[in-house]
């Protein structure tokens, strides 16, 4: 049981991705909300950093934002509304940033 | 009196928050009024224009088309940062309507000209 | 299926302005669709201001009050306003606007106002608590 | 002393939870303690929120609305809400809350719903325009 | 029931926004009914508990004082993260309260215990 | 007649302070408010480019933010409302970051 991460702003904007990947535990995961979403489409300071928790399968990014903003993710399993409750479900606790 | 050059900036992303919305209307109401008006998109603004917007999931307007009135309402200054679209690995032809794209000195110098400045 | 879980949502976040309370609603529409249960969404910060009766988009666009309100009358759980974070924003019930000598009033139901406490119960109620700023 | 300039006064951010809104504030009272004048205060995006008659913060607390509706008497400049911005966040006049079949309303005066055309004319008027987010 | 443990996390400056008063209201508030909350300050959040606050010339409330509550109302694990500290040059005897200050893995490893937060 | 740059966030939160420092022109000042004041306290990515904006004279701070948040500047010209006031009569126009 670990923290589910929610990131809601873009890594152009604030240093809020920087500062959650700071922190986030090993058993920990991380889903990209709202502005959030761009982090897996654009190259910014953080992309290989983003793109290392990819590949260990602990990055998410909802589905429904991507598409409202036109892009779509390089990196990351993309994930329903639905699909984020269960992982709210299958974290202890949620931590929003 | 010379009509006043007001310029306005689009640093946000869309949909997040309502700032590129806003933006958009404040430009085409103003319009009417004031026909020395010029777009900048910086940054993440550069994403209001990137055609494809499709917001009915998150509930939010999709205020996109309206970006094509700009045209009807004699709006034709729209400048675009070069190097932000760069950023973001988007092309000029992946935006939904004709902008300049432009360097950062002729960005600064553009901004210099403007007597007043709305940021969004 | 996975187990029912009882959920809590915090919302912090405007009705307008900012995404995060729509992002909370269709959380909140998901997380009941799923079969999970929600025993109340707690509403702080600029998050009172989803309780508005007073929001009146364009007919194109949503009203996330009228929607927050159908979607608790339906499954029938609270929508909790912390008090003290609504009257310095201008959230104010029947009963508080007439302590407080005003002529109007603007709290929608099933909207409640309410103090920190029913946050630290539906957070000892909750299997799971979200946030949403 | 330094030459008498218009000044116009664009606020973007709420009455409270940013401090936006309060810098204005403090921004007009210097402007005016300097000797400029103000031709008029826009209130656009979250700014249309420092408009209502029912914010009611603590006693050890300002009241944001209460302080431009005093300064704006006292110097005789207007306070314009953009009126479409204002619909979709809930603050309302006696006369919107009639048309919208509202039973109640919140605009304090003397702040007015005006269009964004006004935003316009204050532009046109001032030597200098200055925005809080 | 075993109460839950409550991670409340401060990561903002004061009086720029709210989020620092509303959440020690909300911690003074929540003492009452539960008596496991544990606050956490990261990033700019160390600069809530830095001495010498005077907002009265910015017209934000000045709440500042009602930290020294948290002792009286048995608030107890008040986490501070070093690396915050130390990279805006402050130390531990220029806050207001006595706090326990954490390395990054010890800031995880407590964050990990919580069975709830809340992010201001 | 130039840019009147304001930046209200900290250089910890959001990159605002970054992006104006890159398209600041040469006769443009920078004034720090609210939340932005930290820039001139602590030490972030932007603090050595913002030090040599002070020394041209380009950079303000205004003196009842750094006061509400107990902190005293390192660098920049400290600023009271009414040379706010005077700041913006002075230059051609305003930008908020």
């Known amino acids: 049981m670990s923290i589910l991460h929610t990131v809601n702003s873009s890594p152009f904007q604030t240093l809020a991705l920087q500062q959650c990947l700071a922190i986030l535990g090993e058993q920990d995961s991380l889903l990209l909300i709202e502005d959030g979403v761009v982090a897996c489409q654009a190259k910014h300071a953080d992309f290989l950093a983003l793109s290392e928790l990819a590949k260990q399968g602990q990055l998410m990014v909802l589905e429904a934002d991507l598409q409202a903003r036109g892009i779509s993710a390089r990196i990351g399993k993309s994930c329903s509304y639905l699909q984020f409750v269960e992982l709210v479900a299958g974290h202890k606790s949620q931590m929003a940033w | 009196m010379i009509e006043k050059k007001i310029g306005i ?25 004031n026909e020395s008006l010029s777009l900048f998109f910086i940054g993440d603004g550069v994403y209001q224009l990137l055609d494809g917007h499709d917001p009915t999931e998150c509930l939010q307007k999709h205020f996109q088309p309206l970006f094509k009135m700009l045209e009807l309402y004699d709006v034709e200054n729209i400048y675009v940062c070069q190097q932000s679209l760069l950023q973001r690995a988007i092309t000029e032809d992946q935006l939904m309507i004709e902008v ?3 360097d950062t000195q002729t960005l600064k110098t553009n901004l210099a000209l403007q007597d007043q400045l709305l940021s969004f | 299926m996975n187990k029912r879980l009882k959920f809590a949502v915090v919302v912090s976040g405007a009705p307008y302005g900012a995404q995060g309370a729509s ?16 025993v109340g ?7 009172v201001l989803n309780a508005s009766q ?9 009203n996330l009050p009228d929607f927050w309100a159908k979607l ?3 499954y029938q759980f609270p929508l909790e306003v912390c008090v003290s974070a609504s009257l310095r924003r ?7 606007a007439k302590q407080l000598a005003l002529s109007q009033f603007n709290l929608k139901a099933p909207f409640v106002l309410s103090g920190l406490g029913q946050l630290a119960e539906l957070s000892a109620k909750a299997d799971r608590l979200v946030q949403f700023l």
């Open chain 2, 9 to 33: 900036i689009n640093r946000c992303l869309p949909h997040g928050s309502a700032q590129g919305r806003e933006s958009l209307d404040l430009t085409l109401a103003m319009s009417a009024f």
């Open chain 3, 41 to 47: 969404v707690f509403f702080y910060q600029e998050g």
């Open chain 2, 100 to 102: 300049t794209s432009v």
């Open chain 3, 23 to 38: 992002s909370a609603y269709q959380f909140c529409c998901a997380t009941l669709q799923a079969g999970h249960n929600i």
């Open chain 3, 54 to 62: 007073l929001v009146s988009p364009a007919s194109d666009e949503i």
């Open chain 3, 72 to 74: 608790a009358l339906q």
């Open chain 3, 90 to 96: 201008g959230i104010v019930n029947e009963l508080e």
